[in-house]
């Protein structure tokens, strides 16, 4: 690795921000098999911080990794999952909610806009934003503005998330060092770690989250098999693009998707002989 790239993954940091109870979300968390710490951030979200720094191992780009995280959380629940990323050279958000296409927004360092407008507008309409005056306040992000960098332009959008009940930890503060993100997770009273303990733990948890939600009813019969061949379908040209690009985090997306399809076939099979 040079000591250009070196020094952009010294100082990324992310968050992961999910729009669901710790309980829901602890549930599925560890489906990534990554070190992370978990909190509640206000009234229906929760916040997962990284332990580990796999952009620094991996060469590959914290946002792309971030991307991938949020994919795998968010195809395996029914709540979205908003990505926090940044660098030496940039910062940036990512959206994920379901089997939509992720969408995205990111300033330079300086906090010169350099991502779409429309990425706004599909960015308030999944979280159900107020179309009038939250969009005010997100158009004036994507605008010029001399006096703002670029954790301004992320502070602001995280200012607009708390008319919906975000509220982060203290200390966890975008563009703030990896190492301070950990420790300010670990002082809340009410933070716990996120550890992978299997897959049979794994599977349990991940029933567990699909039975108590919408998803009930396709638990098993018809409608499951087919939801359940369909994860499967999915996840297999998502695995190859994933081996070609040498993602980590697609990876990660194409794992999931095919384990839940497996177990959930698995699961239908299994009720069908109770």
Known sequence: MSSEASARTSTAGALLLCRADPDAVGSVAP???????LAPAGRGWTVLVPEGRPWQQGGEPVDRVLTGWATALAVGSSWPVL???????????TLAAGFRRTVGYEWLTSGTPVGED???RTFAARLGLDPV??????????RPDVGSDAR?????????????GLGLPPGLDPGAPADRLREAARAH??????????????ARAEFDVVES???????????ARKLAAAQVAAALPLAAWAVRRRSGGWATAAGILLAQGALGLAYDRMRAHD
């Open 133 to 142: 005056l939250d969009m005010q306040s997100l158009d004036a992000l994507t």
């Open 152 to 164: 301004a332009r992320m502070r602001g959008l995280l200012a607009v998330l708390t008319r919906t």
């Open 189 to 202: 009273q009410d933070a716990r770690p996120v550890e992978w303990t299997g897959w049979r733990d794994a």
């Open 31 to 37: 489906l990534l098999r990554e070190r992370m710490l």
């Open 83 to 93: 990505a926090l990323w940044w660098d030496t050279d940039r910062s940036g958000y």
């Open 213 to 223: 939600g919408p998803l009930g009813p396709w638990m098993r019969g018809p409608r």
């Open 118 to 120: 429309e990425a706004m």
